[in-house]
């Protein structure tokens, strides 16, 4: 290991907004510094919901722009969303969102082929709609998908623009339903059978891996002194989030907070029991051969849709508001697909909350509230659902992300589990993005040496339970009620 500090710029893509972040590495440095943030906004056109992808890559080049030297680039995102390039490698067509509803009803073609059993047993992979493999499906009878020769996943494409170069991150390719979590490759008798040519896809890059220089017309853009490698990291966010968990051993969860909230275990192995498959549990690859056992659940994005409608950006005030009304007097099932789409959440919140015989939330208050506890009481599901299917006790949860500034959420999410809960490193993804990075350039050690930095350097707090978990209990068998 190297005893220098070195400088490296993690470009970190949320489904909001876009970060260019510096991270400074040494032995015990970890320093994080925003070079430049950006909106991320998705765009409906007559065919439906799209990113836009070119206002995000000038994102990129303005933030690498903000930076007067880094030795090494790399990126993260979200996951399943990809862009098709024709034979000159010309990108087709903005990037479809995930939220698109091309892929409604898709599920079940894809079922009379391979049956979700058999499907989940080869792939490991959670049901979601908007599944890379499902968006294939929908794609494939377009005139834009008849001139493909090539996708790249989103942080794979920004890559290759920047770089001329192409691959498939492993991490994030583990989200799309066609690779074996088990042998870490493509699944091929998933695509055969469904008519997928996997010859769409670069070949497969690992997190560390080498995935170019920077282009001189980067360089001469961005002002950049050349050569500037980009380096393959977990290029799904969650990936690089649960490499910054600031954990020690192996008895612990993990809950990496945003729009989603992503809520699991860490694992040697994945876990491909039909039982995993009723929960509705996903097995996605990580970093040093590890699997992210977890569940998907619907996240802050409840709240962040809530605020959009009321045109209220300050979620402190929200906050208190919500401390002052009583613990879970109304819940909904923060998993629930209703929840997916855009567009009047806090009257879908309160028709849930009316078909379940609870009381309607009328407050802006009561509606925040309403989807704290909810979530914390999804966590605490996901985390007693992991340990039993995987047969890995808990001692301890780690939150990560954006919901680690929500104080009201981590201390209910430790009342729910009955656990204690960590929070700690708010840039999980851009912090597990440049220690990826500085491992490949010989500025930090393993994944267990990685994370004792983390701990070392990171401000974490510590939330206690408070009661017993009786009221979750009891919270939780109303939303199981019919």
């Known amino acids: 290991m190297s005893g220098g500090v070195k400088s490296y710029a993690a470009v970190d893509l949320g489904a909001s907004s876009g970060r260019v972040m510096v991270g400074r590495v040494g032995p015990d440095t970890l320093e ?4 430049h943030r950006f909106p991320n906004r998705p765009v409906r056109v007559p065919e439906g919901l799209r990113w836009d992808i070119l206002g995000l890559y000038a994102g990129v080049l303005d933030g690498l722009r ?12 979200w996951a399943v969303d990809h862009g098709l ?18 892929t409604e009803g898709v599920a079940e073609q894809v079922w009379a082929t391979v049956p979700p059993a058999e499907l989940y047993a080869a792939t490991g992979l959670q049901y979601a709609p908007f599944n890379t493999l499902y968006q294939l499906v929908a794609a494939r009878a377009g005139a834009q998908f008849a001139h493909a020769r090539r996708l790249l996943l989103v942080p794979d494409l920004l890559s290759y623009w920047l770089t001329g170069e192409q691959g498939t991150e492993l991490t994030n390719a583990s989200t799309t339903q066609l690779i074996d979590p088990r042998t870490r490759t493509w699944a091929y008798g998933v695509a055969e059978r469904l008519g997928i040519d996997l010859a769409l896809f670069p070949p497969l890059r690992q997190p560390g891996d080498p995935a170019g220089l920077l282009r001189p017309e980067v360089l001469e853009e961005t002002g950049l002194t050349g050569p500037v490698p ?16 600031p954990a020690a051993g192996e008895r612990f969860a993990y809950i990496c907070t945003g729009t989603w909230s992503l809520a699991g275990l860490e694992l040697d192995a994945p876990v491909l029991t039909e039982e995993s498959r009723a929960a509705n549990f996903t097995n996605e690859l990580g970093l040093d051969g590890t699997v992210r056992y977890l569940r998907n659940i619907m996240g802050l994005w409840l709240l962040q849709e809530c605020q959009r409608a009321w045109d209220e950006p300050d979620v402190g005030l929200l906050l208190r508001e919500a401390a002052g009304v009583p613990a879970l007097r109304s819940v909904v099932d923060a998993g629930d697909e209703a929840f997916l789409a855009p567009g009047r959440m806090p009257e879908r919140i309160a028709d849930a909350c009316r078909a379940s015989g609870q009381p309607v939330p009328r407050s802006r208050g009561e509606l925040t509230r309403c989807i704290l506890d909810s979530l914390a009481l999804a966590h605490r599901r996901a985390v007693r659902d992991a340990q039993r299917l995987a047969d890995r006790p808990v001692d301890v949860v780690y939150v ?12 209910l999410t430790a009342d729910a589990c009955g656990l204690p809960v960590v929070a700690g490193a ?3 993804a851009a912090l597990g993005n440049v220690l990826v990075q500085a491992r490949a350039h010989g500025l930090a050690g393993d994944l267990a040496s990685s994370r004792g930095l983390l701990a070392r350097t990171q401000p974490l707090t510590r ?3 408070r009661g017993g978990t009786g009221p979750w209990r009891q919270a939780a068998a109303r ?4």
Do not use: F, K, M
């Open 66 to 77: 903000a930076v007067s030297w880094v030795d090494s680039v790399g990126i993260d995102g």
């Open 85 to 102: 390039l024709d034979a000159d490698g010309a990108l087709l067509g903005n990037p479809v969102h995930y939220r698109d509803a091309r």
């Open 400 to 411: 990560v992300g954006g919901g680690t500034r929500n104080a009201l959420l981590c201390q």
């Open 32 to 35: 994080l510094t925003e070079a």
């Open 479 to 482: 939303l199981a009620a019919p």
């Open 230 to 245: 980009v380096t393959a990291v977990g290029s799904h966010d969650t990936a690089s989030a649960v490499a910054a968990v």
């Open 463 to 465: 939330y206690t339970p």
């Open 426 to 428: 708010t840039e999980a």
